[in-house]
């Protein structure tokens, strides 16, 4: 018999209500047993998340951030730091028990299987993808997808981005990647390393026909079967409470 598992699906929120939910679903999973959940959302506004262990200051342009109005979070996951476009991006994340019969002990198995999902997603879509260790996803080279994992109280929460029509540009705005001009000749150097489905398939994409694909790939990975579902009340007040926490300066800034 096939698993369900809940799926809460495209939901557009700003960043700390984003991150709170994410939270709020690993700490329900074990406190209230809630269901294993897999999650596709959008930011709105646009966002710059970074790792829990980066340096804001260091990673973010905080200064075009407020130009252009990009929210900045700080994950409880690690990684680098992340340009979430509005406009082009879809982000999923995961949550289900570290002792899941469906989920690998070992960290690096674990980002393969849940990072396959998307790979099998994305061929679904015409996209040619292979996971790159030890949290990548890249299609002809170039990087179409990033995820992170974090594992806390027997729950892992993964999550990542899958570049549907992404504003390279300001991305390089927004990133302190580097103190050199944005120049035609940067942006055309990152487009080398960088790709989204629009860019790899020569064509317009839409989110619906791309969160389509997703969904098929972890219900056909995972062998689950994903049915639509909402936070529970519990889940709601957890995010209540952690909204307060991933808006103040105390967490975003405390490095």
């Given at each position: 018999m096939t698993e369900t598992w809940r799926l809460i699906d495209m939901r557009i929120e700003d960043a700390p209500t984003?991150?709170?939910?994410?939270?709020?679903?690993?700490?329900?999973?074990?406190?209230?047993?809630?269901?294993?959940t897999i999650r596709l959302y959008r930011w709105n506004p646009s966002a710059v998340s970074i790792g829990y262990f980066q340096s804001i200051t260091k990673e973010v342009n905080l200064d075009a951030c407020k130009e252009y109005g990009v929210d900045v979070i700080r994950r409880i996951t690690g990684g680098g730091a992340v340009y979430h476009d509005y406009n082009g991006e879809i982000t999923y994340s995961l949550v289900a028990p570290t002792n899941h019969p469906k989920m690998p002990r070992d960290i690096l198995a674990s980002y393969e299987l849940i990072c396959g999902a998307i790979v099998n997603g994305l061929k679904e879509l015409g996209v040619e993808s292979e996971f790159k260790p030890v949290n990548d996803i890249v299609a002809g080279g170039k990087k179409i997808s990033g995820n992170a994992q974090t594992r806390r109280?027997?729950?892992?929460?993964?999550?990542?981005?899958?570049?549907?029509?992404?504003?390279?540009?300001?991305?390089?705005?927004v990133l302190r990647v580097s103190d050199?001009?944005?120049?035609?000749?940067?942006?055309?150097?990152?487009?080398?390393?960088?790709?989204?489905?629009?860019?790899?398939?020569?064509?317009d994409i839409s989110?619906?026909?791309s969160r389509e694909a997703l969904i098929h790939g972890f219900e056909n990975t995972l062998e689950i079967k994903?049915?639509?579902?909402?936070?529970?009340?519990?889940?709601?007040?957890?995010?209540?409470?952690?909204?307060?926490?991933?808006?103040s300066k105390e967490w975003v800034f405390q490095r």
């Open positions: 984003q991150m709170a939910i994410d939270e709020a679903i690993a700490m329900a999973r074990i406190k209230e047993g809630t269901p294993n109280h027997g729950v892992i929460l993964q999550h990542g981005t899958i570049l549907v029509d992404s504003d390279i540009r300001r991305m390089f705005q050199v001009k944005i120049s035609d000749k940067l942006i055309q150097a990152v487009e080398e390393r960088v790709t989204n489905l629009r860019r790899y398939l020569e064509r989110f619906d026909e994903l049915e639509a579902g909402e936070l529970t009340s519990g889940e709601k007040k957890l995010v209540n409470e952690l909204h307060e926490k991933y808006s």
